[in-house]
């Protein structure tokens, strides 16, 4: 399942990598995809839903990243 998301705080590709092997380290994240452009724009694909609630938590490993999710 695909699902898109804003991470706030993503500023350049070394937030990009931090943040992407925080999120990947999830069991029910199969993939995330991080873009600079536009900034913070994520597609994360999951093996079953994941509340922003959860990916969150994951994210507060770092600092300085939230996570919203964007309705389609």
Known sequence: M???YQINGI???GCIARVKKTLEKHPYI???EIFLAP???TII???QNISVDELQKQLNALD???ITEINQ
Do not use: I, V
């Open 39 to 41: 900034k913070g724009a």
């Open 64 to 66: 300085g990243y939230t």
């Open 11 to 13: 500023d350049c590709n």
């Open 45 to 47: 694909t999951t093996k």
């Open 30 to 32: 199969e993939k995330a």
């Open 2 to 4: 695909k699902h898109k």
